[in-house]
């Protein structure tokens, strides 16, 4: 049996301020084609299907053209989506009712049985090959919010050990419906230790200081594969080559440049694991940035005047990141930039300046303590930020226009 694994797809976002639904048409476009292509007969979606918990009617309507398209190009293909943490669960499954007669299966919520107990049975899917026959069960886990998992007592770590014991609970029922020659693999979208992040992943909020993270022995080793979601970089975790996040789809942010976007596949026969293998999503829409590192405005400006011509269509132009190194405040930024810019064949999403870096303590931070802190006057803190900023001192003119702000609101108090 063929498999392939992706996760956050993140269909309805946008990159700074452009749609990307041409992008993530062109991804599910080529995702149909692979199944195709590959042979496969199980798609695992491991959640952050959408953006947003409330998706626009177009994302909705994408992603479920998408699954249509799916089991037309491959009429006995399963997909198996769970909830992310961007994802609505009661909105991810409100067709379920429609898809129960189908080969689709989506799992958004933790159930629980009249007793107060977790149903595992409703996250327990199985997996049938082409003869009809149970080849494998899927523990179809969402992501976990507060109180969908057990409670551990006397646990230092709630959300890590009641994850590892809800998994280590769904693995054991799941053995008793295994029998001889099949398999079980493992959805699961949440944050691993030891994870590497990528820079969009840093943005993303955690859910206790750390203390989500959870460790890879929390998925048994009898278990063939884990499919990952909710990390954007694609990774194998704990050096385990079946433990693994696929990674985001489209690039999330310009440190992705070089890197290449994919999803994973993997074979599993007579419940082995075999031929795990990546394969690499073609770039619809380029990442670009002038200069290669921030140079002053005026350099900056004379390499964009050297960038392309405009086309008639710009929905496949780059994404462009411009890189300045400024020596102090420059109001007209974005007009000089976009006036050199004007015309070309890139979308401006982001403008990085730099400053010259000053010098600071060996711990690279200047602390001040209460005593001092309130010694300080309005003004002191004020140059004192500009020289953090700006690496120079204040201006007289800005000091001067400081000064007459202070008065003004002196004046205003008294």
């Known amino acids: 049996m063929k498999i392939l694994h992706t996760a956050d797809w993140h269909i309805g976002q946008t990159f700074y301020q452009y749609d990307r639904t041409y992008e993530h048409q062109q991804f599910l476009n080529w995702l149909v084609d692979t199944i195709k292509e590959k042979d496969i007969e199980l798609l695992i979606i491991s959640g952050d299907v959408f953006d947003v918990a409330n998706p626009a009617a177009s994302s909705i309507k994408l992603f479920y053209s998408f699954l249509n398209n799916a089991i037309k190009a491959q009429p006995d293909l399963q997909i198996i989506v769970t909830a992310g943490n961007h994802d609505s669960a009661a909105r991810l499954e409100a067709p379920k009712p429609l898809l129960e007669s189908s080969s689709i299966h989506i799992i958004g919520m933790i159930e629980r049985k ?80 030891d994870a590497e992040l990528s820079d969009h992943d840093k943005t993303e909020r955690v859910i206790m200081g750390g203390i989500e993270f959870v460790p890879a022995k929390a998925f048994h080793e ?148 209460a005593g001092q802190l309130q010694e300080l006057n309005p003004l002191d803190i004020f140059k004192q930020i500009y020289r953090a900023d700006y690496n120079s001192d204040t201006p007289e003119e800005l000091v001067a226009l400081f000064n007459q702000v202070l008065q003004e609101i002196n004046t205003k108090e008294q």
């Open 222 to 369: 009898d278990i063939l594969y884990t499919a990952l979601g909710h990390i954007h970089k694609a990774q194998k975790i704990g050096g385990k080559e079946n433990v693994r996040y696929s990674g985001s789809p489209l690039p999330m942010s310009f440190s992705e440049m070089n890197y290449k976007h994919q999803v994973v596949t993997f074979d599993i026969t007579e419940g082995k694991i075999s031929e795990i293998g990546l394969c690499e999503i073609p770039v619809t829409t380029e990442l670009l940035r002038v200069p290669a590192k921030p140079l002053p405005l005026a350099e900056v400006q004379e390499q964009l005047l050297q960038l392309p011509e405009a086309g008639e269509d710009l929905s496949t132009a780059p994404y462009l990141e411009v890189r300045v190194l400024l020596e102090g405040p420059e109001p007209a930024l974005r007009h000089k930039v976009e006036t050199a810019l004007a015309g070309k064949h890139v979308r401006l999403a982001k403008i990085d300046v730099r400053y010259p870096s000053g010098e600071t303590e060996e711990n690279g931070e200047t602390t001040v303590s």
């Open 114 to 193: 009249e007793d107060g107990s977790i149903d595992y049975e409703k996250m327990i899917v199985p997996v049938k090959d082409r003869q009809g026959n149970t080849a494998l069960w899927c523990l179809a886990i969402p992501f976990l919010r507060m109180g969908d998992y057990p409670s551990v007592a006397e646990s230092a770590q709630l959300y890590a050990d009641g994850v590892s014991a809800l998994y280590k609970e769904a693995y054991e029922y799941a053995l008793t419906k295994k029998q001889e020659g099949q398999g079980i693999i493992a959805m699961a979208h949440l944050h691993t230790l």
